[in-house]
């Protein structure tokens, strides 16, 4: 199993970045899928989640409207477009793969830094 988040980088505030998380290993289309961050000296939160069949949502408050979670299944990868970044979006940012069982599995994080 195989999750491998590209993207990363540094962005100045207001910019973008898309982040891409490509899943192999596993049956794609059994898991929901998710971003989330870890900042330094703080604790992994979730960002953005897409459910088995794209057919539901959710982003935490601070991103909603800024962030969109995608994923193609032809592909087996799921993507974070990010716009307007700022400061506090600088974190680690860690793709995630959730079955209904519960079994998970975690890429190895992309940095992003949002700085001037």
């Known amino acids: 199993v195989q999750l491998v988040e590209s993207g990363g980088g540094l962005v100045q505030p207001g910019g973008s970045l898309r982040l891409s998380c490509a899943a192999s290993g596993f049956t794609f289309s059994d898991f929901a899928m998710s971003w989330w961050r870890q900042a330094p000296g703080q604790e992994r939160e979730l960002v953005a989640s897409?459910?088995?069949?794209?057919?539901?949502?959710t982003y935490r408050d601070s991103v909603r409207g800024r962030f969109t979670i995608s994923r193609d299944s032809a592909k087996n990868s799921v993507s974070l477009q990010m716009n307007s970044l700022q400061v506090d979006d600088t974190a680690v940012y860690y793709c995630?793969?959730?079955?209904?069982?519960?079994?998970?599995?975690w890429g190895n994080g992309t940095l992003v830094t949002v700085s001037s």
């Open positions: 897409i459910s088995a069949r794209s057919t539901a949502t």
């Open positions: 995630k793969a959730r079955a209904l069982t519960g079994m998970a599995y």
